[in-house]
């Protein structure tokens, strides 16, 4: 009881002093999570995937279509339990920096296919009839403010010309972890147009989603299909979801590590702050140690007391960093939406910001606690004055 | 003077410090005896060793050779721990610049080595309150530090210095840094500890003055002890 009054006077004796470093350590820890953050939603898209669908593109590349046609025959594979596909549409809304993902898909199977985005079915029922109907996530419909019924006109740039669509359905996300910025229409309009000014580019599809029965038949079933469609023109390589979206990061990979990085030189420098705030502390208040061990008081007191001091620092700049972490990543990550859909803290930030804080305080204390400790009685009386 | 019984005998004592590969010696061969109840004032020129001889005594250093046996126990055969425990128990300490903690309370910092005793809360309270009655500062105990003088800084020190009741009092230049009414006041408190409770007080001081308070004075002149020259008064 009196050890943690003492501590908590003691942080306290320069008020100054500990404001400054309670408020870099919040700095610290705000910057950190939000770095964190980033790279959290670097992987977004990597953690939503599920482990029953694969993604099956053309062996070449991703720019590259597969015909329609393999659809019957992927669906014929053992082990196959739905299939969809569809195109990246890339189209421009406005202007290009209004970013967000569109596709042309087959909408019935997409949105069996993904279950997680949660479309009433009143909607669901109006989009499947409605040709040029589009659906949309909420924080999109939200952004633009756009209206059930509401024309939405899009520009290609992969297909040339301009589209419009009519917004028929708004999912929501199962959980925070789905992207809700999705814009996705029937790839039979696309198809149809497509038909009549470019015939060439008809019947082609960038991508199938296949179901699979359970993520154990994987494996059999990538090797399935991709053996199916050996030796043709259009040679196939299917991956697991999570392959496909990691394959995107993968380019990226750098920046991500480089993130990483400075998430954790910005630790290192306020556990070089804080350590210097408790050797100032604790070199001034040696001769105060010393009366303490002449009282009969032992290491363990002394070394408590300095732990106890940095620590309560440190966590107090944590806590405030915490807070401060939520608020800041709602504005950065509506700010950053077109870049990151989803932007939201982790506990696992959290945890990390958490353990930071006690390195942090605990690595301060060490030296000045040893210093504090092992002095002789008779030297530390000495320092007085 | 009657003789009593010797409650510190300090035999054939050497301490040295060393610095680097010089060794410089201290303390050469001292014997003393210090009786129960005595006030013992140790005079001498500044670098004598009188505060390192205090320290010896006071078991908040380590002598090279020689015995120190206080109450019955040879110090100097102490472990650390040991000698920490003894402490809290045999001595209390009285210092030239009072070393009060700042953020405690004058009750908080008489309260301090109470802490390491078993003693209940109220038991401490009552322990606290008459040691701040016998230095007449019952009516500061919720003040600062440096809310206080000098003067009563140091009797707060003191109140410390006695609250766990110790056999022993060391006091290292009590008045040094203390103007003379304060402390006129600081060494009547400590004759009073010598004679109404029977503490054993060792004080090193430079001022006649206060020496002239103490039953007996030792000179100490470069690591030797002397009886005190008549001449010195
Ligand atoms: N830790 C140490 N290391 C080296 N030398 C020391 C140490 N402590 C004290 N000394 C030396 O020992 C001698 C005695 O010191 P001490 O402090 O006991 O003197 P003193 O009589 O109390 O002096 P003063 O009246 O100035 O307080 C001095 O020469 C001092 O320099
Ligand atoms: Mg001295």
Redesign the pocket.
């Given at each position: 009881m009196q050890l943690l009054k003492l501590i908590f006077k003691n942080a306290f004796r320069h008020r100054l002093r500990t404001f400054l470093t309670i408020t870099g350590i919040s700095i610290a820890i705000l910057a950190f999570g939000l770095l964190r953050t980033v790279v959290n939603a670097w992987y977004a898209g990597v953690e939503a995937s599920a482990a029953n669908r694969l993604v099956s593109r053309n062996a070449i590349s991703l720019v590259f279509p597969l015909p329609l046609s393999y659809k019957e025959k992927i669906r014929q594979i053992e082990g196959v339990t739905n299939v969809s596909y569809g195109n990246w549409f890339g189209g421009v809304y406005i202007d290009e920096k209004n970013f967000f993902a569109n596709f042309a898909v087959e909408p019935k199977s997409y949105l069996e296919l993904y279950p997680e985005f949660i479309l009433p079915q009143d909607q669901k029922a109006i989009l499947l009839r409605d040709r040029k109907g589009f659906a949309a996530g909420r924080k999109l419909v939200e952004k633009y403010k756009w209206k059930l019924g509401d024309t939405v006109v899009l520009k290609g740039t992969i297909f040339p010309g301009t589209w419009d669509f009519v917004l028929r359905g708004v999912y929501k996300g199962r959980d925070k972890s789905i992207d809700e910025t999705q814009f996705f229409f029937h790839w039979d309009y696309l198809n149809e147009s497509l038909k009549k000014s470019f015939p060439m580019r008809a019947d082609q599809v960038g991508f199938y989603l296949i179901g699979i029965k359970n993520p154990n038949v994987a494996a059999d079933v990538s090797e399935a299909v991709d053996r199916t469609f050996k030796n043709s023109l259009a040679e196939t390589l299917t991956e697991t979801e999570k392959a496909f979206q990691m394959s995107f990061i993968s380019m990226s990979e750098a920046i991500v590590v480089a993130i990483q990085l400075v998430s954790f030189v910005v630790i290192i420098i306020i556990m070089a702050v804080m350590a210097n705030t408790m050797a100032m502390s604790a070199r001034e208040r040696i001769a105060e140690y010393a009366v303490l061990k002449t009282l009969g008081f032992g290491g363990t007191y002394i070394t408590a007391l300095i732990f106890g001091e940095s620590l309560f620092i440190s966590s107090a700049g944590c806590i405030i960093g915490i807070i401060l972490t939520f608020p800041a990543a709602k504005i950065f990550g509506d700010a950053m939406s077109q870049f990151f859909p989803i932007f939201n803290v982790s506990w696992n930030t959290v945890y990390l910001d958490v353990a930071a804080s006690v390195v942090v305080g605990g690595a301060s204390a060490i030296i000045p606690a040893y210093r504090a400790v092992s002095i002789?009685i008779?030297?530390g009386l000495?320092r007085i004055g | 003077m009657e003789n009593k019984q010797p409650v510190i005998q300090i035999k054939n004592l050497c301490k040295s410090?060393?610095?680097g590969s010089q060794i410089?010696p201290?303390l050469e061969n001292i014997n003393l005896e210090i009786a129960q109840c005595e006030f013992l004032a140790l005079m001498?020129?500044?670098?004598?060793?009188?505060?390192?001889?205090?320290?010896l005594i006071a078991g908040i250093d380590k002598a090279d050779s020689g015995i120190i046996n206080v109450a019955g126990t040879d110090i100097n055969s102490l472990s650390e721990t040991e000698l920490a425990g003894w402490r809290a128990g045999h001595v209390g300490f009285i210092f030239q610049f009072y070393n009060l903690i700042p953020v405690l309370t004058a009750y908080e910092n008489v309260e301090l080595p109470l802490l390491l005793t078993g003693l209940s809360r109220k038991q401490r309270r009552a322990h606290v309150e008459t040691a701040l009655k016998i230095v007449n500062l019952s009516d500061r105990m919720d003040h600062y530090p440096g809310q206080l003088s000098g003067g009563q800084q140091q009797r707060v020190a003191i109140a410390r210095a006695i609250v766990t009741d110790p056999a022993i009092v060391v006091a290292?230049?009590p008045t040094g840094d203390l103007d003379r009414v304060s402390a006129e006041e600081v060494l009547e408190l400590m004759e009073r500890l010598v004679n109404e409770l029977c503490k054993t007080i060792i004080m090193?001081t430079?001022d006649p003055r206060a020496a002239k308070k103490a039953h007996v004075i030792r000179h100490?002149d470069k690591?030797v002890l002397n009886a005190t020259p008549q001449a010195y008064f």
């Open positions: 002789r008779a030297e000495r | 410090y060393r610095r410089i201290v001498g020129p500044s670098g004598s060793g009188k505060s390192t001889l205090l320290n290292d230049e090193v430079h100490l690591g």
